[in-house]
């Protein structure tokens, strides 16, 4: 399939790359020009602009956040202006649930499909294929869009014919991973503090109770304290709870507990966190526990 690929992060570049082995024509649009090169190199078209990503049946956007994903969707010469009708936008950014609604209405005014597509799974996962997503939108262009998705994870869940849905979901899920790290983070803390062998206990949890692998991928980046380089930056996961908790104001939801974890990441933030992994949360507790400075 001819399809356009827009945001060549950390994530989009695993993606895209995995759509050429695929076999896909991709022609691929970066902000920063020069992460481009990399997938030309593996076979990838470039396009000098937006409008040009657009130029085939389907386009991916990975983008960081609501402000990305609206500047390229909506400014001019964005997607909504340049997809063919029939077109079909597959958004996989973790983005709010107002701005999925809002892209599925101009993308229909446009005779346009919206597939919300997010995904679970850091960049190692992105670049092996081995994402999970979840996916929403009328089944014809989920249907359209599903040997594209296949080819970027390895399952694949559609949810609903209602594209925000799916982007609730993985907001959902991101507030649950939050709170796993918030939680590792203090056990980690006392533990430590105690002068017992951190390593130790996370293979105790791991091998029992808390085998999934959410305990075993942040439980190791905690207990060896790596938090460089990013794999899924701190200001990322900020925005995350921030949309987790608009989604539940507007659906009139309390979520005490992401509230909290807000105030957390502001503070990890404030210290200095912009360019660590969300995991550094964990820090937090050691700090509060007299464990270190700052
Ligand atoms: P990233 O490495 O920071 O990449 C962000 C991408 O967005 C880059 O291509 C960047 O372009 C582009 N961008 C940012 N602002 C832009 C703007 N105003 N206009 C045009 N392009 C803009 O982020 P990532 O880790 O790949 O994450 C991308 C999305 O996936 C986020 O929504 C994130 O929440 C979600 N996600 C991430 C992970 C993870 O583990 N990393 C997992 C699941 C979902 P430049 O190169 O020009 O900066």
New binding site residues.
Partial sequence: MKIGFI??????SGMAANLLKAGHEVIVY???RE?MAPLVAKGAKPAASTAEACAGEAVFT????D??VA??AFGEGGIVASLKPGGIHIST???SVALAERLAEAHGKAGQHLVSA??????EAAEAAQLSIVAAGAAPAVGTAKPLLEAIGQKLFAVSETPKDANLIKLSGNFLIATVIESLGEAMALIGKAGIDRAQYLEILTSTLFGAPVYKTYGALISAGKFEPP???AP?GH??IRLVLAAAEDLRVPLPIASLLRDRFITLLANGGDNLDWSALATLAERDAGMRQG
């Fill in positions: 945001g060549l992060g950390r994530m989009g970066n902000r920063t992460k990975m983008l960081a956040n402000d990305a500047e390229v950014s973790t983005i997010p995904v679970f799974g850091r960049p794999g899924f930056a990322l925005k995350d």
